[in-house]
């Protein structure tokens, strides 16, 4: 920001003194040492609120001009998702959140750092505070940080911390469920079961869904209310073949492994 005055009138040669004031008046400022034109641009490198008149001095005596106010304003950025960092796994995304402070209209741009890479590459340019990470398909932690700057007053961009999203493999099912029976109607199945590697995934609590088809497909299945266990036994009526399946998942998003049929 640059503050400037103009003389009409006056007679003799033109002096300029700038001063600098705490206080909004034109009296009780401090001398700026070399700020002796009819221009003068402040410091902006400390925010806060600072007065500014200049002095001008002819041979007919001084006039004072009247204040000029400079707020300087640092623009703030952080990203508010927690927890950080955060496990995923392969195939999830995460949403992060952020709170931003500054003068004008903000533009958000997002920026990742894969696992094993050096760099960072931008991943979207936005005017709003929620972001959606790609698919994430690696194991490893992905890095990411956003980068918000104002269209206000010049001011300069400015970088949030780095968040952590930690990769990890789906959860393991380690034995699948009977491949195969033939029951008589009404008789006793086997039950179907699944035991799943007990620190795959994120390392929390397992939960079971189990499906029935009427295809051999873990797609399109029908949930079963109240099959939430890691075994079930399934029903024996009516005569007919019946496609089952269970759905094992973890807190976190894309740690879901479906079972073979059964």
Known sequence: VELSVAVADGEGTTDYQWFENNNNSNTGGTEISGATSASYTPDTSVSGIKYYYVEITQDCGSVVSAVSTVEVFTPTVSITTVPDPQSICVGGDVTLDIVSDGLGTPTYSWYYRSPGSTSFTVSTVTPTTTYTTPVLTQVGDYEFYVSVSYDGLECDPVDSLIYTVTVVDDPEITTQPLSSQQVCEGGSPEALSVDVNSVSGT?????????????D??????????????????????????????????EGSGCVVVSNTS
């Open 217 to 250: 497909s873990t797609v399109g299945g029908t949930k079963i209310p109240g099959a939430k266990a890691a075994i079930y036994t399934p029903a024996t009526a009516p005569v007919g073949t019946t496609y089952y399946y269970v759905e094992v998942s973890q």
């Open 203 to 215: 390392g929390t609590a397992f939960e079971y869904q189990w499906y029935s088809n009427t295809t």
